[in-house]
């Protein structure tokens, strides 16, 4: 039972940092997201940063 917490737990966690990065990217100047080539990928770009994935 406690390894369920401690799974949920880290999957709040990761799903926080990942709003957290998505939001991050958004906010950037449209000129930033062209320079850095991730307009229209932000989610992309955030989920490799949270999850690896």
Known sequence: MT????TLSTRIRQHIAYRKTLAALRSLS?????????V???????RH???GL
């Not at 930033?32 to 080539?37: C, F, N, Q």
């Open 49 to 51: 940063a949270v999850y």
């Open 40 to 46: 229209g990928n932000e989610h992309l770009v955030a």
């Open 30 to 38: 449209l000129r930033s997201r062209i320079d850095l080539d991730i």
């Open 3 to 6: 390894q369920t917490f401690t």
